[in-house]
């Protein structure tokens, strides 16, 4: 049994439930591209709200970060990867959580006690030494030379503001060197594993720290990096979660893995997560800007990596590696089977485009660095503009080269560019808002309206959980704990138009953050908001924080009509609606 069975299993055994992974496109949250961790959709319950399944959770999150994506490559760095994680939401504390974590390490995954070392909250001027972890690993057999103390490294917190607690942190002796006696967390040969977070409390934007209505739990184990672990290798691309994958790349190319690692880490890696991402049910497709830019990037670093391999790039070298990644992964993620002809399409829609330009791309930067000249502004944005070169890849083909880039330079360029074509002002926001054409337009303002009309029928608890907006029709998930009956419908949808035919003027005012939720203005996850936020008003029926843009009075929204309800997931349910002439 693999690892992310083992430890489902393992939970659900000790009372917890099973629940999905939220999509790597989070839904509602205007502040990240992506999912990367696997308690940020579980934001909202950890602060208090409850979850429908309870308040013992596990789960397996996909994640993604691409904040180092030059680190990809090396041994250990993934773009995508997945985390296990178990939760309590004011149910168990600090005893089950190390107890559980203990015997799933020492009795399922069978790892010897003396390769483990922990660390724990050393304390500070405003919060005391975790003495009931320390007592606990004690108790549990961890000799006291192997539980370190550290402040800053156990104190856990995603950004700057949300909820956070101390933590107590799991590592394992990866050498084949002696153990020493002392464990050490600045020691390479010791490497996390596991992360227990005590949340329990909630740090403001001024750094404010209070209780949480709840003392939770949050655990997060990477699975890439113990598989390598249990599997017994130094490098993540050897274990069993890439072998295969690494094999077939080998397979294509004709080339060993040994002396060509980096580039085929890179292909691995990037179309492992161009997969998720184009497989994900927001849709992303390949595009200059926010997720649809990563996703971009990532295959046009891939395609370039194949090509420094030999590989024939117009042969279908990317569709058998995606395929692969499919088929690995559909049983534990359905979308990639439901998506995967949309994936297969988009990566070879995407190498055709780069391909027409790569190649005379890769020539003209060979010509102006012939007599080895650094990259000037004009020419990296002229390998963007006309050859379709990410800034990144241009970068990377120069750091190859030892020449410089002048990036900042570029930067000004495409900004003016940007500036110009008017294109890229749409992303910011992503709370579904797409695009900012006039019916889209439209769609977002009737989607204040839904959310108004839905806390007056169904119940003043209703708040948004996602929304998506095309030019054809309004999505929008909500939590709610039942399938509305037709006359709920009927009452929400007579509401709205009642709204739309009394010509509500639709404001816009700026205010600071802690203003705006003193006027109880309608918002999701307010610590990842800018300090000085956008509020929009209705009439006085709505009031949201949004980054907009709204038409000017309901009036022009036409006819609201609700399509469709379904469930989106475990209490949350869907709304699709459209506006008609
Ligand atoms: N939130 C913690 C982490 O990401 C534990 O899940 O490490």
């Keep these: 049994m693999n690892l992310k069975d083992l430890y489902i299993n393992f939970f659900v055994s000790k009372g917890h439930k099973q629940i999905p992974s939220a999509p790597v496109v989070p839904e509602n949250d205007p502040s990240v591209l992506f999912n990367t961790a696997g308690m940020q959709p579980l934001i909202p319950y950890l602060m208090g709200e409850p979850h429908p399944y309870g308040t013992r959770l596990c789960d397996y999150q996909k994640c993604i970060r691409t904040n180092d994506l030059d680190s990809i490559g090396d041994t250990t760095h993934h773009t995508f990867f997945e985390m296990l994680g178990n939760w309590s939401l004011g149910d168990y504390f600090k005893q089950e959580s190390i107890e559980w974590s203990f015997e799933f390490l020492t009795q399922v995954l069978n790892i ?20 009931e972890s320390y007592n606990k690993w004690l108790s549990l057999g961890i000799k006291k030379e192997r539980i370190a103390q550290t402040e800053k490294d156990n104190f856990w917190i995603a950004g700057e503001i949300g909820p956070c607690g101390t933590d107590t942190e799991i590592f394992y002796f990866r050498s084949e060197e002696e153990i020493p006696e002392v464990f050490d967390p600045e020691d390479e040969r010791w ?47 050897l274990s069993s979660i890439w072998k295969d994958v690494i094999e077939l790349i080998e397979e294509i190319s004709h080339l060993p893995y040994a002396g060509h690692e980096k580039s085929m ?140 880039v002048d990036e900042e330079g570029f930067k000004e360029k495409f900004k003016e ?86 010509a509500l003027p639709v404001t ?7 203003e705006a939720i003193a006027t109880g203005a309608e918002c999701m996850f307010i610590e990842k908001y800018p300090d000085v936020v956008t509020v929009y008003s209705i009439g ?37 609606a459209v506006l008609q002439e």
């Design 112 to 131: 010897p006690i003396e390769r483990l070392g922990v660390t724990i909250f050393k304390g500070n001027d405003i919060l005391p030494l975790d003495e």
């Design 265 to 404: 880490r890179i292909i691995a890696d990037h179309l492992r997560t161009a997969v998720f991402i184009s497989a994900d049910e927001a849709g992303i497709k390949p595009s200059n800007t926010d997720q649809g830019y990563i996703l971009r990037r990532l295959i046009r670093r891939a395609i370039r990596h194949a090509k420094k391999l030999n590989i024939d790039i117009s042969s279908d070298w990317e569709q058998l590696i995606a395929q692969k990644i499919i088929d690995k992964y559909q049983t534990y993620y359905k979308e990639l089977a439901t998506n995967a002809q949309v994936v297969l399409d988009g990566l070879a829609q995407e190498k055709l485009k780069f391909s027409k330009t790569l190649e005379k791309g890769l020539k003209e930067f060979e010509k102006v660095t012939k007599d080895n000249q650094d990259i000037d502004a004009t020419m990296a944005f002229r390998l963007y503009d006309t050859y379709g070169f990410p800034i990144e890849l241009t970068l990377e083909l120069a750091s190859e080269r030892n020449l410089k």
């Design 417 to 502: 560019h940007q500036e110009l074509s008017r294109s890229a002002s749409a992303g910011k926001f992503k709370g579904g808002l797409a695009g900012n054409s006039e019916i889209e337009t439209k769609y977002h303002t009737a989607t204040h309206l839904l959310n108004a009309a839905l806390k007056e029928v169904v119940s003043k608890d209703v708040h948004q959980r996602g929304s998506n907006i095309t030019a054809e029709r309004m999505r929008f998930d909500f939590n709610c704990d039942h399938k509305l009956t037709p006359e709920e419908l009927q009452k929400v949808e007579d509401l709205v138009n009642t709204w739309i035919k009394q």
């Design 191 to 237: 490497v996390e594993i596991w992360n227990n977070v005590f949340m329990q409390y909630y740090k403001d934007d001024k750094g404010n720290i209070s209780e949480l209505p709840k003392k939770n739990v949050d655990t997060g184990m990477g699975v890439e990096r113990t598989t390598a672990i249990l599997e017994g290798v130094n490098d993540n691309y």
């Design 508 to 514: 816009k005012k700026e205010m600071n953050k802690s």
């Design 540 to 576: 006085d029926v709505s009031k949201e924080l949004c980054g907009g843009p709204h038409v000017e009075n309901t009036n022009v929204l036409g006819h609201f009509k609700i399509t469709k309800e379904e469930a989106s997931s475990a209490g949350v349910r869907r709304i699709k």
